[in-house]
T-cell receptor, first 110, second 111 residues
Framework: DAGVTQSPTHLIKTRGQQVTLRCSPK?????VSWYQQALGQGPQFIFQ???????QRGNFPDRFSGHQFPNYSSELNVNALLLGDSALYLC?????????FGPGTRLTVL | GENVEQHPSTLSVQEGDSAVIKCTYS??????FPWYKQELGKGPQLIID?????GEKKDQRIAVTLNKTAKHFSLHITETQPEDSAVYFC??????????FGTGTRLKVLA
């Protein structure tokens, strides 16, 4: 049984560009949450998707948006990239309260 | 606002000794408290969790305690081994929703 998978592994973009990150949840899981982890910090909650709707959102600007597909996979989109958006982006899937994390996508903004 | 404080930020112990990491949360609605281990270049891995109706939970060398009145919870690792070296995060959450993470503890087990 594959766990949570994310793509790509690494990504380099320049300021002002847009990026899309992808996540496939663990088999049987219907909820996907996205987190941003800056170097040396704990993960910060971006938003959570359930039944293709954004159920809860953290303190992130509208430049961060997402989507969940009927197969429960999810995308995170970030527009107008800033240098401060450089971080590890983590996806977590869940069926109940336990969240299982993927390996993350390392985004570098130059 | 919602906040989870975690101490210490770094912890070095001799192999075989015990390690204790402590967290304090602010949101009274929190009723689920997971602990994660994160190794370099990997995503966080769930190692143990506790719900608000339980005061203590143990899984082999790992135990977690919760004091809901004081809003404190702690991770205890006994008989530490070099492979326990990693960054550990506590988190607090209302069931099924967002996690608020602590700032992490870098544990180093010295052989």
């Amino acid at each position: 049984d594959a766990g949570v998978t994310q793509s790509p592994t690494h990504l380099i973009k320049t300021r002002g560009q847009q990026v899309t990150l992808r996540c496939s949840p663990k088999s049987g899981h219907d909820t996907v949450s996205w987190y941003q982890q800056a170097l040396g910090q704990g993960p910060q909650f971006i938003f959570q998707y359930y039944e293709e709707e954004e159920r809860q959102r953290g303190n992130f600007p509208d430049r961060f948006s997402g989507h969940q597909f009927p197969n429960y996979s999810s995308e995170l989109n970030v527009n107008a990239l800033l240098l401060g958006d450089s971080a590890l982006y983590l996806c977590a899937s869940s069926l109940g309260d336990e969240q299982f994390f993927g390996p993350g996508t390392r985004l570098t903004v130059l | 606002g919602e906040n989870v404080e975690q101490h210490p930020s770094t912890l070095s112990v001799q192999e075989g000794d015990s390690a204790v990491i402590k967290c304090t949360y602010s949101d009274s609605a929190s009723n689920y408290f997971p602990w994660y281990k994160q190794e370099l270049g990997k995503g966080p891995q769930l190692i143990i969790d506790i719900r608000s109706n339980v005061g203590e939970k143990k899984d082999q060398r790992i135990a977690v305690t919760l004091n809901k009145t004081a809003k404190h919870f702690s991770l205890h690792i006994t008989e530490t081994q070099p492979e326990d070296s990693a960054v550990y995060f506590c988190a607090a959450s209302p069931l099924g929703y967002k996690y608020i993470f602590g700032t992490g503890t870098r544990l180093k087990v010295l052989a």
